[in-house]
C-alpha cells in the first residue's frame, strides 16, 4: 500500500480508520473518506477496466466520473462510478468487460484491430447478407459491453425520495454557487444548495494557493462553507448530482447517504421559484496518440488526488497542460515529491507571472507552445513524446505519470437541458449558455470567470438576481451586485483546440466508445458533417459519461477538420439524466396505493385472492378454481355474497340539481318516483357509452346515484364540465368510499335477509327495482335495492363504511343455514354474462355506443330541453347499420369458450369477443361479441381465431339473448 | 344495541392501553409506548362534514365564519372549517363532546368517506415532505391552511395546523378505501423520525395547546 500524507489542510481522509474491502478475491484496506478509486490506487491499481470495443487499459482519469474508465462491478451491480463512490467496509469489487484480468485481458489483442472497425462498421459490414447479422451481433455482444447485469439482481440498500420546495435552488457548490445561496438567503428567502461532492468548496477547496490578503483557496472554502451551513434559511444537499432541470424550475437529483443516513440513496425533486447554476468546469481532455493510457490523468485529478485524498499519482510526472491550474497543480506536486523534468504549455503566453515564477523557483523546465503527441508504455505510461506544437522540434521524456490537460469546458448541462442555447465564444474558447430559460441564471467558472474574486461576485449577482425574480429584493440591489461585477476582472482568455499533428488512429476524443479521432474523419469524410450525426455513426459521446469526455472537442473538432471559418457548430445535445442513475434511484420507495374496501380482512381471512382492478384490490376467487364454479352454483342454488363497496356512489342536491342529471343520463329521470329505483347510462359526446348505474330519488332536488367502479373518479368532473356554462346551483358529493356494499344473491337471499331486518322484504312488501331505506338493529343505516344483475333474487344493500363489516357478520350468521357463501368478482362476471347484462368496458370499448350493446331502451327520445350529453350523436348513429353490434353466441359441437379478445373472423377481422365462459349453469359454453351489423343475426356462424391458435379456428353461432332466465323470472320472485 | 360496532379503516399495528366506546367506536385514547413523538393518530371516529352551496358567504356552520378565501382554514370552538372552493367547504370537528348535525341539506355527513389522520411534532414536515411536493412550509401562508394536493399519489385534503416546533402538526384526509396503504406509507417515513401510533389523547392535548 503506498504511504498517504496525513498532514495536508486540504485532507478528506482519515488514514487512522481502515475500511477493508476485497479486490479480485483478496482483502485491501483503505481509508475513511477514500472513493472506492482513491483506495484501489492506494493499493497500487493503475488499469480499473478495460474499454468498451478495443478491451484498451483505463485508468484514474478525472476524478469526477466523466467516463467510463474506472466504472466496476461493487456488490455485483456493474457500471459503479468508482471515482464518485465512497469506499465502504466490506465491499467487493470486482473488474468489469475483462476476459482474465483487466492487467491481462484476452481480448486486448483487439486493440490492433481497429483497421477492422472503422466508424459504423456494423452498418456497413453486416447487413449483407442479412443472415449474418444474427451471428455477428451475438459476437459483437459478447466482447464487447461495459458489465453485465443478472436478470434477477437484487439491487441492495435503500431507496428514498423527497420533493422538497424552496425560492431559490442553486446548483453546484462551490464559491459562487455558495455566495449564490448566501445573497439570496439574505434576503430570506428558503434556499437549497446542491452539490456533487461530498462537501463543499468547489475548485477552491483542494487549492492550497493564494485566494487574497495570505488566506488560500481552501480556507476561503472552508469559511464560506460554514457561513452557509450557518444560515438557517439554506438547505444543503451534499453528494447529490443533479439530473434534470425542468420548465417551471423543476429540479431533480439524487442524493448518496452516508452512515448516518437512512437511505442509500435518494432521488429529490425540487420546486423552486427561481434558479442559479453554477456548476464550474470541467477538464477539456487534450488530444494526442493513446491520451488514455493508465497514468494519463487531468490535472485536477492529480492535485485532487494528492491534496484531497493524500496520494501522491506517481514519482515522476510530465504535464501538458492549457491552463493555469496545471502550472499550480504542478508546484503543489513539486512540492509533495513528484519529480517534474518538463511541463508543455499550449500557451505561448498569458500564463500567471507568479506561477512561472514559483516554476522557476523550483527549477521546473516550462515549455511554451509545446504539446504532448504520444504516450508510450504498454499498459501504463512509462514516457511521452512531446513536441512543439508546429512539429518542429521535439523529445521524450520517462515519467510514470502524465498530467495532460487542454483547457475547460463549461458544465452547462442543468441550462441546456432547459432549453438554453449555446454559442461558441472566441475568447473563453466555450460554448456559452445565451437565452437562459426564465427565472434561471448563471454563474461562476461555467462564464468563463478565472479570477477568484470574480467567481464570487458573480455568485452573489446571481442570488441577488434570484431573489429579485423572488420580488425579494430591489432593483437598486440588482444594480449594485452588477457594479461591484464590473469592477472585477472579466473572463479569461481560453485556450484555443491546440492539437500536434497526428494520426489519430489511437487518440481518443470519446473513451466510453473507444472512438478515435480517425473515426471522426472517417465520419466526416462519409458525410456526417455535424456532432449530431457524427455521434450517432461514430459513437462518440454515446457511452455512460454522457458526454463528459468528448464534450466540447467535438464540436471543435469537427470544425477544425472541415476547416469552417466561423465555429457555428454546437455540442450535440444534451439531455436528462446528466449523470447516470439507479434506476432503483428513480423508483425511489414505491408505496403500493391501493383501496381497500371496509370487509378487506374479512375477504382475506375467508380465502379471497385478490387482483388489482382499477384503483382497487378486489377478492376476485375464493379458491385455486379460477372458473369459480362453486360460487357460481351456489348463487344459482342458495345464496351468496358479494362486497360490492367498490362501486361510485354519489348524492347530488341543489335547485338544479334535476338539469344536471338530465344533462348526463340519457333516460329522462325527472320521472323517478321515490322508493324507486331507476337504471340508466351516461354517454359521451360521440354517444359512445362511458358509464351506467342506478338512480334514486332521495327528497326534494336531492339523489342518490351509483356509477362503475371505474368512472367514480372522474364523475364529478365529468358532471361539472357539462354543466359548466349553465351557472347552476347544485351541488356533489362523493360517498363511494363512505358507503359498503352487500350484494346479496340467490333464491334463498329473501330468507336471509328478513332475519336480519325488521322491514316486510316479502316480492310485495319489497318488490323488484323499489329502494328502501330501514335501520338494522336500530342501530344500521341501510339503503337498500332490489335488483338483479346476476340473475337472481338480489338486495343490493349500500351500508355506512363503518358498519358495513357488523352487517356483513351479521347476514353471514343468519345464512349459515342456507350455505351462504362468499362469491368473486370472477362469478359474478360469469352469472351475469349468462344473463347477458353488460358490464361497460367489457362489453363495450370506446367506440361502442349505447345502441350497439343494445341499451337503446334507456334512451328517453322525448326527452327535450336538457341538451343531454351523447343524444345527438345517437340520434345519427341510429340509422347506421354498419355498426358493431353486441350479440350472443353459444359454441358449436359442445366445444369450449373462447377467449377474451379473440378475434371473430372470416377473411378480414369482423368482430372480437367480449366475454365468454364454460357456463355451469347452462352446460355449454357461450359468450358476448361485438360484431360488425351483418353478422348480428341469429344463426350466423362465427369463426374464433385466439392468439397462437395457428391458424386452428374454433365455431359458434349467434343465438338469442339472455342465454340464462329469458322471462327473468329468477330475479324479480 | 351493545354488540354493534363501527370499524375504522386504520388498525396500528400497537396494542391500546385505554379505550373508550363512543357511539359504536372504539376510540383508542392511549397506545402502549407512545414515545415522544412525532405521532400519528388516527381520527376516523370525528366528524367531518362537506357544506357546498353557491352561497356559501351566508352559512355559518356552527356559528363560524368560513374563511372568505380558498386553501383558508379557521379552527374555533373545537371545528375547523376549511375553505376548498367557491362553494365549498370542509367541517372537521377536531375537539370536544358529540355534535349534532345541522338539518339543513347543503350539509353531507362525509366522516365515513375518508380516512382521518393527524401528524404531530417537531419532524411533521420532514415527512410529509417525502410523500408530496405541496409546501406546507410556505411562508407566506398563515397557519391554520388548507392544502389540496397528492400525498403519496393520493388526493388529500391537508390542513396545517401549526409550525411551531415541537407543537407542529397537521391533519389529513383521503378516500378512506386508502387508509391501510396511506398509513403504511406514512409509518414508513417516519420510520427514521421515530414516528408512532398515538391515541387521542395525545391529539386532543395537542389542539388543546394550539
Known amino acids: 500500500m503506498m504511504s498517504r500524507f496525513n498532514h495536508l489542510?486540504?485532507?478528506?481522509?482519515?488514514?487512522?480508520?481502515?475500511?477493508?474491502?476485497?479486490?479480485?478475491?483478496?482483502?485491501?484496506?483503505?481509508?475513511?473518506?477514500?472513493?472506492?478509486?482513491?483506495?484501489?490506487?492506494?493499493?497500487?491499481?493503475?488499469?480499473?477496466?478495460?474499454?468498451?470495443?478495443?478491451?484498451?487499459?483505463?485508468?484514474?482519469?478525472?476524478?469526477?466520473?466523466?467516463?467510463?474508465?474506472?466504472?466496476?462491478?461493487?456488490?455485483?451491480?456493474?457500471?459503479?462510478?468508482?471515482?464518485?463512490?465512497?469506499?465502504?467496509?466490506?465491499?467487493?469489487?470486482?473488474?468489469?468487460?475483462?476476459?482474465?484480468?483487466?492487467?491481462?485481458?484476452?481480448?486486448?489483442?483487439?486493440?490492433?484491430?481497429?483497421?477492422?472497425?472503422?466508424?459504423?462498421?456494423?452498418?456497413?459490414?453486416?447487413?449483407?447478407?442479412?443472415?449474418?447479422?444474427?451471428?455477428?451481433?451475438?459476437?459483437?455482444?459478447?466482447?464487447?459491453?461495459?458489465?453485465?447485469?443478472?436478470?434477477?439482481?437484487?439491487m441492495p440498500g435503500k431507496y428514498d425520495e423527497i420533493y422538497p420546495t424552496c425560492d431559490v435552488c442553486v446548483i453546484g457548490g462551490g464559491p459562487a454557487g455558495m455566495k449564490a445561496a448566501l445573497a439570496a438567503a439574505e434576503k430570506g428567502l428558503r434556499v437549497i444548495l446542491i452539490e456533487n461532492r461530498p462537501w463543499l468548496g468547489g475548485h477552491f477547496d483542494y487549492r492550497t494557493t493564494e485566494y487574497v490578503n495570505r488566506q488560500t483557496h481552501h480556507d476561503r472554502a472552508v469559511q464560506l462553507a460554514k457561513e452557509v451551513e450557518n444560515t438557517d434559511n439554506i438547505r444543503v444537499f451534499t453528494h447529490t448530482a443533479n439530473v434534470g432541470t425542468y420548465n417551471n424550475n423543476l429540479i431533480t437529483g439524487f442524493q448518496v447517504g452516508t452512515e448516518k443516513d437512512s437511505f442509500t440513496e435518494r432521488y429529490i425533486?425540487?420546486?423552486?421559484?427561481?434558479?442559479?447554476?453554477?456548476?464550474?468546469?470541467?477538464?477539456?481532455?487534450?488530444?494526442f496518440e493513446n491520451n488514455e493510457r493508465p497514468g494519463v490523468m487531468q490535472a485536477g485529478c492529480a492535485l485532487r488526488l494528492a491534496n484531497t485524498y493524500g496520494l501522491l499519482p506517481g514519482k515522476t510526472g510530465v504535464f501538458s497542460i492549457g491552463h493555469d491550474l496545471g502550472l499550480e497543480a504542478a508546484v503543489a506536486l513539486h512540492d509533495l515529491g513528484m519529480t517534474i523534468p518538463m511541463i508543455a504549455d499550449i500557451r505561448q503566453d498569458g500564463q500567471d507571472p507568479s506561477l512561472v515564477k514559483a516554476l522557476a523557483d523550483r527549477k521546473i523546465p516550462l515549455q511554451r507552445g509545446w504539446v504532448a503527441i504520444e504516450v508510450h508504455g504498454k499498459k501504463q505510461v512509462q514516457k511521452v513524446t512531446l513536441k512543439s506544437v508546429d512539429g518542429a522540434v521535439g523529445k521524450t521524456v520517462d515519467c510514470d505519470v502524465l498530467v495532460a490537460s487542454a483547457g475547460f469546458t463549461p458544465l452547462t448541462g442543468p441550462l441546456v437541458v432547459n432549453q438554453a442555447k449555446q454559442k461558441y465564444d472566441p475568447h473563453t474558447n466555450f460554448f456559452l449558455p445565451t437565452d437562459l430559460p426564465r427565472k434561471m441564471h448563471a454563474a461562476g467558472r461555467l462564464l468563463g470567470f478565472e479570477n477568484s474574486r470574480t467567481i464570487e461576485a458573480s455568485g452573489h449577482l446571481a442570488g441577488i438576481q434570484a431573489a429579485y425574480d423572488c420580488e425579494s429584493c430591489s432593483i437598486a440591489d440588482l444594480g449594485e451586485a452588477k457594479k461591484a461585477m464590473e469592477s472585477l476582472p472579466g473572463p479569461a482568455r481560453g485556450t484555443k483546440l491546440v492539437m500536434a499533428p497526428v494520426k489519430g488512429r489511437k487518440t481518443f476524443i470519446c473513451f466510453d466508445e473507444d472512438t478515435s479521432i480517425k473515426n471522426i474523419k472517417q465520419s466526416i469524410d462519409k458525410g456526417f458533417d455535424v456532432p449530431e450525426l457524427i455521434k450517432r455513426f461514430s459513437g462518440a459521446g454515446l457511452g455512460p459519461g454522457q458526454a463528459g469526455i468528448p464534450g466540447h472537442n467535438l464540436p471543435l473538432f469537427t470544425a477544425r477538420y472541415q476547416a469552417l471559418p466561423d465555429i457555428k457548430i454546437r455540442p450535440t445535445t444534451v439531455r436528462p439524466p446528466l449523470v447516470p442513475t439507479l434506476i432503483a434511484t428513480y423508483a425511489g420507495t414505491n408505496h403500493t396505493m391501493l383501496k381497500r374496501t371496509p370487509i378487506d380482512d374479512?375477504?382475506?381471512?375467508?380465502?379471497?385472492?385478490?387482483?388489482?382492478?382499477?384503483?382497487?384490490?378486489?377478492?376476485?376467487?375464493?379458491?385455486?378454481?379460477?372458473?369459480?364454479?362453486?360460487?357460481?352454483?351456489?348463487?344459482?342454488?342458495?345464496?351468496?355474497?358479494?362486497?360490492?363497496?367498490?362501486?361510485?356512489?354519489?348524492?347530488?342536491?341543489?335547485?338544479?340539481?334535476?338539469?344536471?342529471?338530465?344533462?348526463?343520463?340519457?333516460?329522462?329521470?325527472?320521472?323517478?318516483?321515490?322508493?324507486?329505483?331507476?337504471?340508466?347510462?351516461?354517454?359521451?359526446?360521440?354517444?359512445?357509452?362511458?358509464?351506467?348505474?342506478?338512480?334514486?330519488?332521495?327528497?326534494?332536488?336531492?339523489?342518490?346515484?351509483?356509477?362503475?367502479?371505474?368512472?367514480?373518479?372522474?364523475?364529478?368532473?365529468?358532471?361539472?364540465?357539462?354543466?359548466?356554462?349553465?351557472?347552476?346551483?347544485?351541488?356533489?358529493?362523493?360517498?363511494?368510499?363512505?358507503?359498503?356494499?352487500?350484494?346479496?344473491?340467490?333464491?334463498?337471499?329473501?330468507?336471509?335477509?328478513?332475519?336480519?331486518?325488521?322491514?316486510?322484504?316479502?316480492?310485495?312488501?319489497?318488490?323488484?327495482?323499489?329502494?328502501?331505506?330501514?335501520?338494522?338493529?336500530?342501530?344500521?343505516?341501510?339503503?337498500?335495492?332490489?335488483?338483479?344483475?346476476?340473475?337472481?333474487?338480489?338486495?343490493?344493500?349500500?351500508?355506512s363504511a363503518s358498519y358495513m363489516k357488523a352487517l356483513w357478520l351479521m347476514l353471514w350468521e343468519a345464512g349459515k343455514e342456507f350455505k351462504i357463501q362468499n362469491f368473486g368478482v370472477e362469478a359474478q362476471n360469469v352469472l351475469r354474462m349468462e344473463k347477458c347484462h353488460v358490464i361497460l368496458g367489457q362489453e363495450s370499448e370506446q367506440r361502442t355506443n349505447l345502441l350497439d350493446i343494445g341499451m337503446g331502451f334507456l334512451w328517453a327520445r322525448k326527452k327535450t330541453g336538457y341538451k343531454t350529453v351523447g343524444v345527438a350523436a345517437l340520434a345519427q348513429a341510429q340509422q347506421d347499420n354498419t355498426r358493431l353490434k353486441l350479440v350472443g353466441f353459444k359454441m358449436e359441437n359442445n366445444g369450449r369458450a373462447p377467449r377474451d379478445g379473440a378475434l371473430i373472423v372470416d377473411d378480414r377481422i369482423r368482430g372480437h369477443v367480449c366475454t365468454a365462459r364454460n357456463s355451469f349453469s347452462l352446460n355449454e359454453a357461450v359468450g358476448m361479441a361485438l360484431v360488425e351489423g351483418d353478422m348480428s343475426q341469429v344463426g350466423t356462424r362465427l369463426a374464433f381465431y385466439e392468439d397462437e391458435c395457428n391458424g386452428e379456428l374454433i365455431y359458434g353461432t349467434v343465438v338469442e339473448t339472455p342465454f340464462y332466465d329469458p322471462s327473468g323470472q329468477r330475479m324479480k320472485m | 344495541m351493545k354488540d354493534i360496532k363501527r370499524y375504522s379503516p386504520v388498525e396500528f399495528k400497537v396494542t391500546p392501553l385505554k379505550i373508550e366506546n363512543r357511539d359504536h367506536w372504539d376510540v383508542v385514547l392511549e397506545y402502549h409506548n407512545e414515545g415522544d413523538g412525532p405521532w400519528l393518530v388516527d381520527l376516523c371516529h370525528r366528524p367531518r362534514l362537506d357544506l357546498q352551496t353557491g352561497h356559501l358567504n351566508v352559512k355559518k356552520p356552527f356559528g363560524i365564519t368560513i374563511p372568505a378565501i380558498p386553501g383558508q382554514s379557521v379552527l374555533e370552538k373545537g371545528f375547523l372549517i376549511n375553505r376548498m372552493n367557491r362553494i365549498q367547504s370542509s367541517i372537521y370537528h377536531l375537539g370536544g363532546d358529540a355534535v349534532e348535525i345541522p338539518n339543513e341539506t347543503e350539509y353531507t355527513d362525509v366522516t365515513e368517506a375518508t380516512v382521518f389522520l393527524a401528524i404531530i411534532g417537531a419532524p411533521v414536515f420532514a415527512i410529509c415532505e417525502k410523500l408530496s411536493s405541496l409546501d406546507?412550509?410556505?411562508?407566506?401562508?398563515?397557519?391554520?391552511?388548507?392544502?389540496?394536493?397528492?400525498?403519496?399519489?393520493?388526493?388529500?385534503?391537508?390542513?396545517?395546523?401549526?409550525?411551531?416546533?415541537?407543537?407542529?402538526?397537521?391533519?389529513?384526509?383521503?378516500?378512506?378505501?386508502?387508509?391501510?396503504?396511506?398509513?403504511?406509507?406514512?409509518?414508513?417515513?417516519?420510520?427514521?423520525?421515530?414516528?408512532?401510533?398515538?391515541?387521542?389523547?395525545?391529539?386532543?392535548?395537542?389542539?388543546?395547546?394550539?
Open chain 1, 602 to 799: 374479512l375477504q382475506r381471512k375467508d380465502g379471497g385472492i385478490f387482483r388489482n382492478i382499477g384503483v382497487w384490490q378486489r377478492a376476485r376467487y375464493f379458491s385455486r378454481d379460477f372458473t369459480a364454479k362453486k360460487e357460481i352454483e351456489n348463487v344459482r342454488n342458495n345464496v351468496g355474497m358479494l362486497d360490492g363497496s367498490t362501486l361510485g356512489k354519489f348524492r347530488i342536491h341543489g335547485p338544479d340539481a334535476l338539469n344536471a342529471l338530465q344533462r348526463v343520463y340519457v333516460s329522462d329521470l325527472s320521472k323517478i318516483k321515490e322508493g324507486r329505483v331507476k337504471y340508466t347510462a351516461m354517454c359521451n359526446d360521440d354517444g359512445c357509452v362511458i358509464d351506467d348505474g342506478v338512480v334514486i330519488k332521495l327528497g326534494e332536488n336531492d339523489y342518490y346515484f351509483s356509477t362503475s367502479t371505474g368512472r367514480a373518479g372522474q364523475t364529478i368532473e365529468w358532471i361539472r364540465y357539462h354543466t359548466r356554462y349553465d351557472n347552476w346551483d347544485f351541488s356533489l358529493v362523493n360517498l363511494t368510499d363512505a358507503m359498503g356494499v352487500i350484494n346479496l344473491s340467490g333464491p334463498n337471499a329473501r330468507k336471509v335477509l328478513e332475519k336480519v331486518v325488521d322491514i316486510d322484504v316479502s316480492n310485495e312488501g319489497f318488490g323488484f327495482s323499489e329502494y328502501k331505506e330501514f335501520l338494522v338493529a336500530d342501530t344500521i343505516p341501510v339503503k337498500a335495492m332490489r335488483l338483479g344483475f346476476v340473475g337472481e333474487l338480489s338486495y343490493e344493500l349500500h351500508v
Open chain 1, 9 to 154: 489542510p486540504t485532507l478528506k481522509i482519515d488514514t487512522s480508520d481502515k475500511i477493508p474491502f476485497t479486490y479480485r478475491g483478496k482483502t485491501y484496506y483503505g481509508t475513511k473518506g477514500d472513493t472506492v478509486a482513491t483506495a484501489l490506487y492506494a493499493n497500487g491499481v493503475r488499469i480499473y477496466a478495460r474499454s468498451l470495443k478495443y478491451h484498451r487499459p483505463r485508468g484514474l482519469y478525472s476524478m469526477d466520473g466523466e467516463c467510463s474508465n474506472t466504472m466496476m462491478e461493487i456488490n455485483g451491480t456493474p457500471n459503479v462510478r468508482t471515482e464518485t463512490t465512497l469506499l465502504k467496509p466490506g465491499m467487493v469489487i470486482k473488474e468489469q468487460n475483462v476476459k482474465g484480468s483487466a492487467k491481462n485481458d484476452m481480448l486486448g489483442f483487439l486493440d490492433k484491430m481497429d483497421w477492422a472497425m472503422p466508424a459504423g462498421f456494423y452498418y456497413d459490414t453486416m447487413h449483407k447478407p442479412a443472415k449474418i447479422w444474427p451471428v455477428a451481433m451475438k459476437q459483437i455482444r459478447k466482447a464487447a459491453g461495459i458489465g453485465k447485469l443478472s436478470p434477477d439482481h437484487h
Open chain 2, 136 to 210: 406546507f412550509r410556505d411562508k407566506t401562508r398563515e397557519t391554520p391552511f388548507l392544502l389540496q394536493g397528492p400525498f403519496s399519489h393520493v388526493p388529500c385534503q391537508i390542513v396545517t395546523l401549526s409550525r411551531d416546533g415541537e407543537k407542529s402538526g397537521m391533519v389529513l384526509t383521503c378516500s378512506r378505501g386508502y387508509a391501510k396503504d396511506m398509513v403504511d406509507a406514512i409509518v414508513h417515513a417516519g420510520e427514521e423520525f421515530g414516528l408512532k401510533p398515538a391515541g387521542e389523547k395525545r391529539f386532543s392535548d395537542w389542539i388543546d395547546s394550539l
Open chain 1, 269 to 287: 425533486e425540487i420546486r423552486a421559484n427561481s434558479v442559479v447554476v453554477a456548476t464550474g468546469c470541467i477538464e477539456r481532455p487534450l488530444l
